[in-house]
């Protein structure tokens, strides 16, 4: 049986980064175990609870379903994990991973994938102040457009075109309502009114972003209502991924597995005898267990939203962090889906949209999603999953 690393919440301190010959990975708020399953390469990413829970609370709430794991070889002989580093960007932990026995091969993908990331970070990240999202965010209600560069349009673009396919379910500016709630800025202590949720929602709207594409090489956005925020957290990730994916692609790099908060993208095997990238699909329940695997072949992409994320516990009750636009509440009757797409772009942005419709409007919605599937766990008991057509555990 293979070992593998788990990440876990045994230690906050930890700043090193990237795994040494020993097995022991520690970075910025994880800490690593081995750890081996059936043969499988498993890393469980969790980190402290936005609610004031127990560090075993947590552990059980993991951050992340989404496993990485190698393919078996042919003829079922243990095969070696792949080679993975792992550091903390964007507010979550990263990883990039390609066949044993390659160091130095996968330090110089780490160089790449981490310059990328940073990359992304300083453009759309709402927590760097100076970044060119906070700019716009800066500027709402103003109607003359602030220049952004070719990353900030290119996400927003994807971002607005899921919302009008979604009816809204995704929305970038749904900013506001996650500050109402505690997901952003400083906690709160009761679930808001629903006098206080009908007023955020009124700076709530993705028809009220304004871009200016008349120059491709200059293009400009524009919020129209005083207090509107844009919030990329569901979709920038995915985005950053893909953009790693290219460099290295253009570079000539093949064989690797590139993962940012859960959302991955894959390239070629992990080493011979290999078919892809095999994920295991965590049971969100028991995180213990798996509800299956499925493999990654080349290209594809695979995203994850759950309620076991980040919440917030209000009044004693705890509420998930992914908000139903179109309410201003936190979704309630799901407990994550999974989507596996040609890009991790799409995979990002369906899963949190999946996530709010459901598996009813979620599954016509995907039928104009070509290449795209989903797998939806139901928040009841006993384990009751929906999936699209073409979502097979492999």
Not at 286 to 312: C, I, K, P, Q, W
Not at 314 to 319: A, K
Not at 368 to 387: I, K, M, Y
Request: charged residues 20%; contains cysteine.
């Amino acid at each position: 049986m293979n070992e593998g690393y788990t990440l876990d919440t045994q230690d906050f301190a930890g700043q090193h980064e990237d795994p040494d010959t020993g097995g022991r990975t520690f970075c910025a708020g994880w800490v690593a175990r081995p750890d081996s399953r059936n043969g499988i390469q498993v890393v469980s990413i969790a980190h402290p609870s936005i609610a004031s829970a127990s560090r075993s609370a947590a552990a059980r709430l993991l951050a992340a379903i989404l496993l990485l794991a190698a393919s078996g070889c042919a003829g079922g002989k243990p095969a070696p994990p792949p080679q993975s580093l792992q550091w903390l960007c964007m507010g979550t932990a990263a990883a990039v991973s390609a066949p044993a026995g390659q160091p130095a091969r996968v330090k110089r993908l780490r160089e790449t994938v981490g310059a990328v990331f940073a990359e992304i970070e300083r453009d759309l990240s709402i927590f760097l102040t100076n970044s060119v999202l906070n700019a716009v965010n800066a500027a709402a209600g103003d109607p003359t457009p602030v220049p952004v560069n070719t990353h900030v349009a290119a996400v927003l673009r994807h971002a607005l075109d899921v919302a009008e396919a979604g009816g809204g379910a995704f929305d970038p500016t749904v900013g506001p309502l996650m500050t109402l709630w505690g997901f952003r800025g400083g906690p709160v202590s009761h679930p808001p009114a629903a006098a206080a949720i009908a007023e955020t929602r009124e700076r709530v709207g993705w028809r009220h972003v304004r871009m200016d594409l008349s120059d491709p090489a200059a293009p400009a956005v524009a919020l129209a209502l005083p207090g509107m925020r844009l919030d990329l957290g569901g979709i920038a990730k995915g985005y950053a991924v893909d953009l790693a994916y290219d460099r290295l692609r253009a570079a000539g790099e093949t064989d690797f597995l590139i993962n940012l908060g859960g959302n991955l993208r894959a390239h070629g095997v992990p080493g011979a005898g290999r078919t892809g990238w095999r994920i295991g699909v965590r049971d969100p329940f028991h995180t213990d267990r798996m509800l299956g695997t499925v493999v990654l072949r080349e290209g594809e992409a695979a995203a994850t939203s759950g309620n076991y994320e980040r919440f917030v516990v209000l009044d004693g009750v705890r509420y998930a962090h992914i908000i139903d636009p179109r309410s201003g509440r936190p979704v309630i009757g799901v407990a994550g889906v999974t989507v596996i797409a040609p890009t991790a772009v799409q995979a990002d942005a369906l899963s949190t949209t999946l996530f709010v419709l459901g598996p009813d409007a979620g599954l016509r919605l995907l039928a104009g999603f070509p290449g795209c599937q989903a797998l939806w766990v139901l928040d009841e008991q006993p384990v009751r999953t929906v999936a699209s057509p073409g979502f097979r555990m492999r």
